[in-house]
């Protein structure tokens, strides 16, 4: 299962969940308040668990939990004579509320539980998309850096990012060189002297390309963002493992080629 990590969006879309469930509670009480003596109370039950439903669709397990549970409440209070007590005063009214009571919490776990489950499988498709997407671009056969731009606007546009670097150690293994950058979606292409520990957007994740016991290189996410969740982490990280390969090669493809042409100029 794929656990995100907390950021300032999500903080924001989980407390307007709960508003929905409060909200919508409070709206649907006063819909009913103004239809109680002409509706059956037995019916009004039936919006409540429309409203559970609602909010579980919508919001997810706790939302709808706190709804179930408002329902339950308000069901109780304002629907069930006498009004605007808690008490009871018909044994198979009892009866009737803790059915809704169960019933409610029941409908919520279920359709929280399935709406989990189909959340999880669209991230796990959507993720595996993409590091499709990523392999297929890293064997363009376009030129190095025109590959390698391709490759990082991907990342920069499925992620969200505002800029990626991609720094890699220069042959004499010392140090690293910014190779490319790409910045919403544009490549700015290399700029020597950069380091990679001057920039005006917050790091994301650093992630060192190793392949073996050889670190060929650094790349660098930065955005104005909520942290990084754990699937796109898994992204970067799966990435960055063929990009690391892709280095290595294309190194190794240079350095055959510089011997052949050093051999052909001497013969």
């Not at 005063?89 to 029941?106: K, R």
């Not at 399935?114 to 669209?122: L, N």
Request: proline share 5%.
């Amino acid at each position: 299962m794929s656990v995100e990590l907390d950021g300032p969006g999500r903080r924001g879309r989980r407390v307007a969940r709960y508003v929905l469930a409060v909200g919508g509670t409070s709206l649907l009480v006063a819909v009913l308040l103004s239809l109680r003596d002409d509706v059956d109370v037995l019916s009004m039950g039936w919006a409540f668990l429309a409203l559970v439903v609602i909010v579980t669709v919508v919001g997810g397990l706790g939302p709808g939990v706190v709804a179930s549970i408002l329902a339950f409440a308000s069901y109780n209070f304002f629907f069930f004579p006498p009004y605007h007590t808690f008490r009871v005063a018909e044994p198979e009214h009892i009866v009737v509320l803790l059915v809704f009571l169960g019933l409610s919490v029941l409908i919520a776990v279920l359709l929280a539980s399935a709406r989990s489950r189909a959340e999880i499988a669209q991230a796990r498709e959507r993720e595996l998309r993409l590091q499709q997407d990523l392999a297929t671009a890293l064997v363009d056969p376009s030129p190095d850096n025109e590959r390698y731009g391709l490759v990082l606007r991907l990342i920069v546009s499925q992620l969200r990012l505002d800029l990626v670097d991609l720094y890699v150690t220069p042959t004499s293994g010392s140090g690293l060189d910014l190779l490319t950058t790409v910045v919403a979606g544009e490549p700015r292409g290399s700029m020597p002297g950069s380091s990679p520990w001057e920039s005006e957007a917050p790091d994301l994740e650093r992630l060192p390309l190793i392949t073996g016991r050889r670190n060929l290189g650094l790349l660098v996410a930065r955005g104005e963002r909520e942290p990084l969740s754990e699937g796109e982490r898994r992204i970067l990280g799966a990435f960055g493992s063929q990009l690391a390969l892709v280095l290595e090669r294309d190194r190794l493809l240079r350095a055959t080629v510089e011997r052949q042409l050093r051999g052909s100029g001497a013969g």
